[in-house]
């Protein structure tokens, strides 16, 4: 048994957590951009202020009049051939690439993980037992596992804690875990 759980065996809670986790791909980031506006995934790719300023050129090239206009500024600037003026493209932090697929199958697994860890605990199994399990069954080290779980938390935590309309959407954040909601 490896631990997965078909959409039609989840919750409806776990779906909406779900459901919410793939809007995610919607918030890009720029290298993620400049991927889907060149059709690559998984391949390797160059990512510079040359790359960036020719995908701005083909977006511009296809954009009207004032779109085209602000976006080839942006793209002489980062290629230094404004005249007053340069940006610099500087990555935060360099890393391995991780796909959205890749990204969300590990979100998947750290939920899975958590909400397994809360039925054995509702069950009355131990944290260090029901932790055991989940390792087990997901060829995992315990540790990955607790390290999953705290970050699965976070996420929930994170998504409490974000300024909603009306508050009907933190309910897709409840931590299933006795006692571990309350928290404020």
């Known amino acids: 048994m490896t631990g997965h759980k078909s959409y039609a065996e989840l919750s409806e ?8 986790g793939l809007l995610r791909r919607h918030r890009v980031n720029l290298e993620r ?7 690559i995934d998984t391949e390797p790719m160059e990512f510079s202020a040359d790359s960036i300023a020719k995908m701005l050129d083909e977006i511009a090239d296809q954009s009207d009049c004032n779109v085209a206009f602000t976006l080839q500024a942006v793209s002489r600037a980062l290629r230094g051939q404004d005249d007053h003026h340069v940006l610099i493209l500087k990555q935060k932090k360099r890393g391995k690439f991780v796909s959205p697929t890749e990204h969300d199958n590990h979100h998947c697994r750290i939920m899975s993980w958590l909400h397994t860890l809360a039925m054995h605990e509702q069950d009355g199994v131990k944290t260090e037992a029901a932790v055991a399990l989940i390792a087990e069954n997901w060829g995992v080290s315990r540790a990955s596992v607790f390290a999953g779980i705290k970050e699965a938390e976070d996420y929930l935590e994170s998504g409490r804690t974000l300024d909603w309309p009306s508050g009907e959407q933190t309910s897709a954040f409840t931590n299933p875990r006795p006692n571990k909601s309350d928290k404020t």
């Open 13 to 20: 809670e776990e779906r909406h957590a779900l459901e919410d």
């Open 33 to 39: 951009v400049q991927r889907i506006h060149q059709d």
